[in-house]
Every structure is written in C-alpha cells, then in structure tokens.
C-alpha cells in the first residue's frame, strides 16, 4: 500500500484531504499536535468511509507531536520503514494560522510555521522522501485593487503570517535549485476555503475562539454568539465590505490531489498555483448567501477595519486548471449549504 505522511492531518484542510487521499487507497501516517483540532476527526473519516477497525489500523496510523521536535517526525520515518512502506510524499499543513494572532505574537509563529517546516525538510531529505505538496496562502501576495491574482504577481503580505509562508516558499524555492533532478515541490496559495463534507461528520472545527469568518457566522447561527462582527463597512466595493474568494472544502481537496498526481506524473519541478474559484464574493454577501441557503438569521453588526486586512483578495486560478486538470464545482450557496450541515449536527461529536 502506497503511504504518504500528512502534517496537520486532523486540521480542517487536512482532515478533508485525507478523505480524499484514503478514498484513493493510501495509508496516512498522520502527524499533529492537536493544538486546534482533535484526532476525533479520524473516527469520523473512518465513518464517512466504512471502514471497520481492523481497515483503519491499517490504513491510519496517528502520531501526536509538534513537528518542530524534529525526533517525532524521524519517528515517522523510521515506523513507516520498520513496515517497509517507504514514505512516497508529504502533505504539510502544519501551521498556525490566525492573521490577527501573528501580529500580536510573531515570535510564536515564526517559531511555529517556519522552525517546524525546517525540521520535516531536513528529515525529508534525510529519509530521501524528496516530494511535497505545501499549504501556503494567498496572504503572500501584495494587495491589488479590482483586479484578479495571479502567480506572477508581486508579492508582499501585510501581516506575520503571510511572511512565514513567504519565507517557506523561499526556502523551498533555494531546496529545489540545489537539487533541481530530485525535487518535486507544489506550493498550493489557498484563498478562502469555507463549507464542509457534505455527510455533516467533518467541518472546520477551531479549539478556542474561532478567527475565520465562516466558524463564527456557524456561532452565530447556533446563538453562541450574539452576532457577526463585519470589519468595516467603507471599503470601496459596492457595498462597502471586503471581497473574498471563497472555494468549498472539498474542491481545495481536490486540488491537493490534482496536484499530487500531476507532480507524480511529470519531471521534477515546483510549481505555485492560486487554488480558488476566481469569483469574488463580498463579506455581506457572503452572510446573506447563508441566510438564504438556510432559512436562518444571522445578526451582524459594522466595526471598525482590522489590521491586516485587504478590500480585495481573489484568485485568477487558470494556471492551476490547465495544469491540474481540476476545476471547482461548488457554488457559495452549496458552501453555506454544507457548512450549515456541519455546524448545526457538529455538537454530537
């Protein structure tokens, strides 16, 4: 069985692609700290797939740990060889990854994101497992107005976190001259993805308060919270709140997956692609959208603008559709739609 290790397995990017990724008939060795997610997740992906006890041993085996301890994830490696299933590639999502967190503490992500990617590449290299597939963001770019993202475009994120993701995509772009004949490298720059598997049994999940819109709006909805805090109503759209680029869930994973089988099939190479659905929908728009696809009320109110923030943020995803041979099916109705099924029945686990 084909084996692949998965860094911030039980995340809600990483739960999701792993879905996928087992669904394909791989073995995951998962590594994750359980910082802001629990491995009650796996259960609930051996659940959507019907899979017995005896199959999810098998094909799941979950590591506990902090990938900035390097000795965990030579652990890994060296469990994986103990089994002689050699380890085909790493998806990294490990990270933290809350915009206005990483301006308040730096240090901690610094040390978390960039610390952490350094020791899985230094065992990677070690253990001459020399394919990647990366979570970045689309906060690594300069911000532009009215306009579309696209690869070639400049880049300057305006907040910490951004940086460290900057940085890592600069790490691994020297990696990969070094070694230009062994490398295959896929930095994936995520826009906005929001919704939820549409089985309800795996969502975004945060431990702690939430800092993604779409958790909240969730909160909200289940009068957690008293109402959704919109950051600024005077940006020069056309109703006055920023525009994002919301992609479902499972159309992201679907991407890692793409990408995994086009680096798996080509020469080695890195490449950056923009995984989003190239439509820019408004913040209020967004809260309205939900409102509608599920008969429920969401209370807003107008605050003032956060730092870090942009009016305009959306992907010109055409690169990774030509390459990729994938394209995002669902809509943001269907996306509130699934991640109301999630978030409405998410208590029972």
Known sequence: MRSIIVTGGTGFIGSHTCLLLLNNGFKLYIIDSEVNSSK????????????DSEEFRKKIVFF?????????????????KEKNEKIEAVF????????????????????????????????????????????????IY??????????KDKLGPINIYGQTKLVIEDILQGIFNSSPEKWKIA???????????????????????????FPIIIDVANRKLEFLKIFGNNWGTPDGTCIRDYIHIMDLAEGH????????????????????????HSVLELVKTFQLANNI????????????????????NSLAISLLNWIPKFTLYDMCKDGWNWGKI???F
């Open 40 to 51: 009650n997740v796996l259960g609930q992906l051996s659940e959507i797939l019907n899979f």
């Open 64 to 80: 506990k740990g902090d990938i900035r301890n390097k000795n965990i994830i030579e652990n890994v490696f060296e469990t994986s």
């Open 92 to 139: 990294h999502f490990a990270g933290l990854k809350s915009v206005r967190e990483s301006n308040i503490l730096p240090i901690k992500y610094w040390d978390n994101n960039v610390i952490g990617t350094m020791n899985l590449l230094k065992t990677m290299d070690k253990y001459d497992c020399k394919t990647l597939i990366f979570s970045s963001s689309a906060t």
């Open 142 to 151: 300069e911000p532009v107005k009215n306009r579309k993202l696209n690869e």
């Open 187 to 213: 930095n994936l720059r995520y826009f906005n993805p929001i919704g939820a598997h549409k089985s309800g049994k795996i969502g975004e999940d945060p431990i702690g308060d939430a800092d993604n819109i």
């Open 257 to 280: 997956i793409a990408a995994f089988k086009f680096l798996l099939g080509n020469k080695p190479q890195i490449v950056n692609l923009n995984l989003g659905t190239g439509k820019g």
């Open 297 to 316: 009320k969401v209370p807003y109110e107008f605050t003032a603008r956060r730092e870090g923030d942009t009016e305009y943020l959306v992907a010109d």
């Open 346 to 348: 998410k208590t029972k």
